[in-house]
């Protein structure tokens, strides 16, 4: 042990000793990685395990729980969702796309909604998952750290027959081959499962290395990484190559191994990741660009992008090598290149904005201490001779052999900022510089332009010449042409989309393309056509513009580069290709005209951070951009998450209700989905529609959710897709449900508005005949009351007649018997009665005052007629104001008459008659005609002896009754009745109770009755 322990130390620093002097000579460059941390979403920072679903999610297994990602969001699950164990250590994936995990010693998969349990047998004491595969008969296999092997079949969890735990119980790996055999990895070596035996595989003829990653290659040779002793890999033909920190391995402590669609094997460890592609053998680190290199797991998707997990610093994607950014970092001079420009010897030189010109190289600077005029360079050129021009902030420069040369005055124009160069076929330089035009003849004469009215314009950037020998400028004030002498000019009214002019370019066609601050022109035929890529800024603010060798054109603005073939762009404003970030660009920023193309077809171009290389001929076609998985994840109502369950039939695995179906009022939905796209999740556009609802699809968006409110009843289905970039769109997920109608658009409720109506008009109908009938009887009832009147007043008449009568011959029996007095004093009571009697005659109604005055005029004169036959009292309450009551005239006459001749006459005693008028309850008043005579019963039957009907008690008793009927007024009659002693039962008179309303009108809606009738 202590030779072996030697042994890896020398090896070690042997390879640290490689490293730093490869480092240190070695030109590197910059690869772009994006990483996903805990502050992105991401549950923890130590990812164990990758795997990717069958829905496109990408799941990551962490020791704080699992985390879901669509390329934009996380969504994290761990105990408190129902985990048995914080720790995600493995993944596995089924034949239908569901995930598998290995959480502590139980193996879980989701269900719907829920996570489902399913512990391993406890005869695995406890021991920890920490691989799982699924082979081809849908077996999953679960190797355990110290539990040894079990599989998940159908017939449940069990330990697999013939395995042997008590020698291979700590498994670290496991791989299924597509032959269908299983290589599982040992602490203690390797073995080879296949049909039920168990063969140990020998990787070093000393002693088992402990296996930490295994993977098969395309070719299927299988590559086995150890703890100790690196790599190896085993060829189909048994062939075995080993491979350590002595021939460039990173650490031969190797912690994964992936082996990608392309063939290349990615070896991941903790201080970086080798790859091996074909007879190289690549290094990634931080100093390569990434953001961690303590490398865990990984793991490539669907769509090819490659997923590093680490040990503390979340997930890193690689971004691939389509695009390479160098750097200072790399041993560039600078990382803000503005020209490149190759020498005779086809070395390339840059022209930066902050530290002069360099060789691409490294081993030469030429800067303001070499006799640079100035730092900072905009533009240069290869003349004829293999000299090299650059323009500066100060004049012109010239470099022979990587040395400055003095240029007099005139040619150096020092005092001239010099932003653009052409040679043109005579082998003139000509320079566009912020006050206009210069050039600088082959025989060392200059010539100066200023920008004027009729001048090629101020800032010219952007020089380059047509077949016909025309210089083309691009300047601030649009395109001017110098054509022998002339200038002509074209700009905004022209058709050029913008007048500051940033670069220009001729196609293999012979079309100019102008690059603006706002936007692309093309020139052709004497027109303009204009192009604004995106809806910001930066895409339309174009700063170079560079063709390569198969005619494409490269547009680099602020918001990175454009793509495209001039003719399809010509004939498909949106045919072209956006690359940002996610493919590659370290910065988005270009540099003015900083484009190169070798003659190899490598493509340099200047960034606001480093210079950017490509490789046409290796990538000669932009990707295929694969379309999203777009999937709705959830229905809300009025914005707010709902529970679905009693409004659906069930819930489907994903979480949508099924069968849904809403009442009318809860018509506000909103709808989130989402569209997975691991590439370039900050692109990707959605359009959808409501199929029953919206006539089209809606214009493409970046919102995850789309609402709709005032749904009428109907059934519907939603629909969305999702594209990257608003190409190839994807199919469309769909989610049905359905509005009840509301309940006045029912068959019921027709069924009831129609029973309603036939009832309503029958109502009406009926209503409407019993108003008739009312009005008929009120018109009878009316008709009794005048004719009970008209009965009434000829009583009175009548009565009036025999009372006259009587009276006059009183009066006359007084004269006869010389009685002056009393004859005066009996006819003056006589005559007051006979006037308001007369009065009472015109009206119907009268106050009680005025009746009570006459009642007592009447029993005045009759007790002068029968002189001690009876005595009469008349009280009226305090608190009664008999003038506010009113009632029908001379009512209470025939009830005090009657008690006079019927109940007192017939007696031989005197009698008594007395009229009270006292309160009855609130808003009434009661008067109550009392005497003690011979009693109702006796008064009754002398009645009947002599045939008498008593008509004005009658009649008075029916006029009350249909005054009451009428509603005009309600006057009550008790009696007249018999009057017991209290006590002993004894008769003792007669008692009439009438009880009269204390305010009345009735006098005047007896009056409007009379003129309805009339």
Same mark, same amino acid.
């Given at each position: 042990?202590? #030779?072996d ?8 620093c042997?390879a ?12 590197a460059?910059?690869y772009?990685?994006t990483?996903?941390?805990p ?13 990717q ?19 934009? #969001?996380?969504l ?40 489902i349990?399913?512990?391993?047998? &406890? ?29 998940r ?46 063969? /140990? ?8 290395e402990?296996?930490?990653a ?22 189909p ?13 990173m ?8 082996v ?12 970086g ?11 990634f ?6 953001p961690?290199?303590n490398?865990?797991?990984?793991f490539?998707d ?9 040990d ?10 389509r695009?390479?950014?160098?750097? =200072? !970092? ?5 990382d ?8 005779g ?13 360099? /060789? ?26 293999d000299?090299?021009w650059?323009?500066t902030?100060?004049?012109?420069t010239?470099?022979e052999r990587?040395i ?6 005139e ?11 052409l ?16 050039? =600088?003849n082959?025989?060392?004469?200059? !010539?100066?332009?200023?920008a ?5 314009g101020?800032?010219?950037?952007a ?6 020998g025309r ?20 700009g ?9 002019v ?8 012979g ?5 603006t601050?706002n ?6 035929s004497? &027109? ?21 060798e ?16 001039p003719?399809?762009?010509?004939n ?40 950017? $290389?490509h ?23 009025f914005?707010?998450?709902?529970d ?14 099924i ?8 018509n ?18 959605y359009?959808?529609r ?14 995850r ?21 608003? !190409? ?20 019921w409720f $027709? ?25 008929e009887?009120?018109r ?36 006869? &018997?010389?009685?002056r ?16 009697n007369?009065d009472?005659?015109?009206n ?9 005055? #006459? ?5 005045t004169?009759e007790?002068?007629r029968?002189?001690?036959k ?15 009551? #009113? ?15 019927h109940g ?11 009229i ?7 808003? /009434? ?19 009947? !002896? ?10 008075? &008793? ?6 009451r009927?009428?509603d ?24 009439v ?6 305010m009345?009108?009735m006098?005047k ?10």
């Amino acid at each position: 042990m202590k #030779r072996d322990l030697r042994s890896f130390v020398l090896k070690y620093c042997l390879a640290f000793a490689i490293q730093g002097v490869l480092t240190s000579t070695l030109f590197a460059q910059q690869y772009a990685f994006t990483q996903v941390t805990p502050s992105d979403g991401l549950a923890q920072s130590q990812v164990r395990t990758i795997a990717q679903d069958g829905r496109g999610y990408l799941w990551f297994g962490t020791l704080g729980g699992a985390s879901r990602f669509d390329g934009a #969001r996380f969504l994290n699950y761990a105990l408190q969702d129902g985990l048995p164990d914080a720790q995600v250590s493995a993944t596995a994936v089924d034949g239908d796309g569901n995930l598998w995990m290995g959480c502590g010693a139980t193996i879980v998969h989701r269900k719907g909604l829920t996570w489902i349990n399913d512990p391993l047998p &406890k005869s695995n004491g406890g021991a920890r998952i920490q691989s799982m595969v699924f082979t081809g008969n849908g077996k999953l296999y679960t190797g355990t750290d110290g539990g040894g092997l079990w599989v998940r079949d159908t017939n449940g969890i069990h330990a697999v027959e013939g395995y042997p735990t008590d020698t291979a119980a700590s498994i670290r790996s496991l791989l299924a081959l597509r032959d269908g055999r299983l290589l599982i990895g040992l602490r203690n070596g390797l073995l080879l499962w296949d049909n039920g035996k168990c063969t /140990r595989v020998t990787l070093n003829a000393d002693e088992p290395e402990p296996i930490s990653a295994l993977a098969e290659g395309m070719d299927g040779s299988w590559w086995v990484g150890t703890y100790l002793d690196g790599l190896f890999r085993i060829e189909p033909s048994g062939a075995l190559t080993h491979f350590s920190e002595e021939t460039g391995l990173m650490r031969n402590n190797v912690r994964s191994i992936l082996v990608d669609r392309t063939g290349r094997v990615w070896v991941g460890t903790k201080l970086g990741l080798n790859v091996f592609d074909g007879d190289r053998i690549r290094v990634f680190t931080i100093h390569q660009g990434m953001p961690n290199d303590n490398i865990y797991c990984s793991f490539q998707d669907n769509e090819g992008n490659i997923w590093f997990g680490t040990d503390g610093a979340g997930a890193i994607k690689f971004l691939g090598d389509r695009f390479v950014t160098y750097t =200072v !970092k790399d041993g560039m001079c600078s990382d803000l290149v503005m020209t490149i420009v190759a020498d005779g010897q086809g070395d390339r030189w840059l022209g930066t904005y902050d530290n002069g010109v360099c /060789r691409m190289d490294g081993m030469a600077i030429v800067t303001t201490r070499e006799g640079l005029p100035n730092n900072t360079i905009w533009c240069g050129l290869k003349d004829r001779n293999d000299a090299l021009w650059f323009g500066t902030n100060e004049g012109l420069t010239k470099i022979e052999r990587g040395i400055p040369v003095p240029l007099p005055p005139e040619i150096a124009m020092p005092e001239l900022r010099i932003l653009s160069l052409l040679e043109d076929a005579q082998g003139r330089i000509w320079c566009g510089t912020r006050e206009g035009l210069a050039v =600088v003849n082959t025989d060392g004469t200059t !010539k100066r332009y200023p920008a004027g009215t009729n001048g090629p314009g101020r800032s010219i950037r952007a020089i380059i010449a047509d077949g016909e020998g025309r210089l083309w400028l691009g300047s601030d004030h649009g395109i001017g042409v110098l054509n022998g002498s002339t200038f002509g000019k074209y700009g905004v009214k022209d058709g050029l989309c913008d007048s500051t002019v940033q670069c220009l370019l001729h196609d293999d066609d012979g079309r100019l393309w102008i690059g603006t601050n706002n936007g692309l022109s093309c020139f052709d035929s004497g &027109k303009f056509r204009t192009f604004r890529f995106a809806t910001d800024f930066g895409s339309n603010f174009f700063g170079l513009l560079q063709c390569d060798e198969s005619g494409r054109i490269w547009a680099g603005t602020n918001n990175g580069l454009f793509l495209f073939q001039p003719d399809s762009l010509l004939n498909d404003p949106l045919a072209y290709e956006h690359i940002t970030r996610s493919a590659g660009l370290s910065n988005l920023e270009f540099n003015l005209n900083a484009g190169y193309v070798d003659d190899k077809g490598r493509l340099l171009l200047g960034s606001a951070g480093g210079l950017v $290389f490509h490789d046409t001929r290796r990538y000669p076609n932009s990707p295929f951009v694969r379309a999203p998985k777009v999937h709705i994840t959830g229905v809300r109502s009025f914005l707010q998450q709902t529970d679905w369950s009693k409004q659906s039939d069930s819930i489907s695995p994903n979480g949508l209700p099924i069968g849904l179906d809403l009442e009318y009022r809860r018509n506000y939905l909103t709808f989130d989905y989402t569209g997975i796209s691991l590439s370039d999740p900050d692109r990707v556009q959605y359009r959808y529609r409501l199929e029953g609802f919206d006539p089209d699809w809606l214009p493409a968006t970046d919102a995850r959710f789309a609402s709709y409110s005032n749904l009428p009843n109907g059934e519907y289905t939603f629909q969305v897709i999702a594209a990257v970039g608003d !190409k190839n769109w994807s199919e469309p997920d769909t989610f049905t449900f359905s509005i009840a109608p509301p309940f006045w658009l029912r068959w019921w409720f $027709f069924v009831s508005i129609v029973t309603v109506l036939a009832a309503a008009a029958y109502g009406i109908m009926h209503a409407r005949s019993l108003v008739r009938q009312r009005h008929e009887r009120t018109r009878q009832l009316l008709l009794r009351s005048r004719m009970l009147q008209l009965e009434q007043q000829a009583l009175n008449s009548n009565m009036n007649r025999h009372f006259v009568f009587n009276a006059l011959n009183s009066i006359q029996y007084h004269i006869n &018997k010389q009685d002056r007095e009393t004859a005066s004093r009996y006819l003056s009571s006589f005559a007051k009665l006979i006037r308001k009697n007369l009065d009472a005659s015109q009206n119907d109604t009268t106050t009680l005052a005025e009746e009570l005055e #006459r009642l007592e005029l009447y029993l005045t004169l009759e007790h002068m007629r029968f002189k001690d036959k009876f005595r009469y009292e008349i009280t009226v309450a305090p608190g009664v104001n008999t003038a506010e009551v #009113r009632l029908p005239a001379m009512m209470l006459q025939p009830y005090v008459e009657n008690s006079i001749w019927h109940g007192i006459l017939p007696m031989e005693n005197q009698g008594l008659v007395r009229i009270d008028v006292t309160e009855a309850r609130p808003g /009434r008043v009661l008067v109550r005609i009392d005497d003690d005579g011979i009693g109702f019963d006796r008064s009754m039957e002398n009645k009947e !002896k002599n045939d008498h009907i008593s008509r004005g008690i009658e009649i008075t &008793k029916g006029r009350a009754d249909v005054l009451r009927k009428l509603d005009l007024t309600d006057i009550r009659i008790t009696g007249p009745e018999q009057w017991h002693e209290t006590g002993t039962n004894t008769v003792i008179g007669t008692r009439v109770a009438i009880e009269l309303p204390a305010m009345d009108s009735m006098n005047k809606l007896q009056e409007k009755l009379q003129n309805d009738i009339k």
